[in-house]
């Protein structure tokens, strides 16, 4: 059962704006929702990197590599996380993928680093042409 789904992506171009979303439910949604959640990203032969986060009092992190561009918020009354993407670079170009964590905090070190997440979507592909 896939219980965190990304939905979102696409192709545009530099300079350009995407909103993801990602909609929790089942069993992580009834045992760990308000715990902390990110979204981090992949690109072709790179690991996956932490690119934003947000705790249960709604702070927020970000890498270095997006702040004053990308926007982390969640709604929990609609179980939902959502991304917003502004000035879009090619190097943002990537699987973005949705993680819930298991543990009602983390670190702001752990916030952006895979291993402090336990639940992941399936990820959605965000394109930047040029």
């Known amino acids: 059962q896939v219980q965190l789904v990304e939905s979102g992506g696409g192709s545009v171009q530099a300079g350009g704006s995407l909103r993801l979303s990602c909609e929790t439910s089942g069993y992580f949604y009834s045992r760990y929702r308000g715990y902390p959640m990110g979204w981090f990203r992949q690109a072709p032969g790179k690991e996956r990197e932490g690119v934003a986060a947000?705790?249960?009092?709604?702070?927020?992190n970000y890498a270095d590599s997006v702040k004053g561009r990308f926007t982390i918020s969640r709604d929990n009354a609609k179980n939902t996380l959502h991304l917003q993407m502004n000035s879009l670079k090619p190097e943002d170009t990537g699987m973005y993928y949705c993680?819930?964590?298991?543990?009602?905090?983390?670190?702001?070190?752990?916030?952006?680093?895979?291993?402090?997440?336990?639940?992941w979507g399936q990820g959605t592909q965000v394109t930047v042409s040029s």
């Open positions: 947000i705790d249960s009092d709604g702070n927020t």
């Open positions: 993680a819930g964590a298991v543990r009602p905090a983390l670190t702001m070190v752990r916030q952006l680093v895979p291993s402090g997440y336990g639940y």
